[in-house]
């Protein structure tokens, strides 16, 4: 039976030693991935992929790029959360497809003023502010906005450091989705940043544009795969009721 949401969250921990004894049900994991990328993404681009490795040698090249560190080379798999930004063309042009799709491929004149404004946020503002020339269009942009801005509220996080950021923190949020999916059926996972990510890429074959989000090691918890109780600043220090 699996976990609730609450259950699943308080048994998840960062296991940094897997169980080499017990395997993994490759069929379970892939649904727990498919549970990632049902999180919310900015824009609905989702700008991910998710790589599953199962392949032995594949696992033990992965453990070496992510440093030696215990929770790779005991994984009995891995998921590497891979960010796309490169792919937001082709991700607009699917939600264009999908809208166009869902409203009935109608004449342009027949789209009601909401339809338009969607159409258009895919056809036009999501163009405007991803494409850039190497920092250039990002920094005109940046300024336009931030003197737009000292009238009224404007977004301003349109450089393209700005949008990396912003399609790592979607990644980050399907990488929870996967993580806790996993809890709720007794799988163990561990997050991990440390790693080559050139080497992670290179091992991967991926296209220059594409960045590692992070490495989940996946497995049942060992015994020792926790390494002590569990900290978390007293909530008061964190919770701020306004």
Known sequence: MEKTVTDAIAYRRSIRI???????????????IENAVLAPTSSNLQLWEFYHIEDPVVLKKMAWACLGQNAAKTAKQLVVVVVRKDLWRK??????????????????KAYTKRE???LNY?????????TDFFGVFGFIKYLIFLII???????????NSDMRIVAHKSAGLAAGNFMISMAAIGYDTCPMEGSDTGKVKNILSLPWGAEINMVIG?????????YGPRFRVPFDKVYRKI
């Open 18 to 32: 897997f169980d080499k004894n017990i395997e993994l049900d490759a069929k379970k994991v892939k649904r727990c």
């Open 91 to 108: 991700r607009a042009k699917a939600n264009i497809g999908f809208l166009k799709e869902s409203y009935g491929h109608k004449d342009e």
């Open 116 to 118: 338009r404004f969607a």
């Open 122 to 130: 895919y056809k036009k503002l999501i163009p405007s502010i991803y």
């Open 149 to 159: 801005g000292l009238f009224k509220p404007m977004y301003k996080q349109v450089r």
């Open 218 to 226: 996946c497995g049942v918890r060992d015994e020792n795969g926790i």
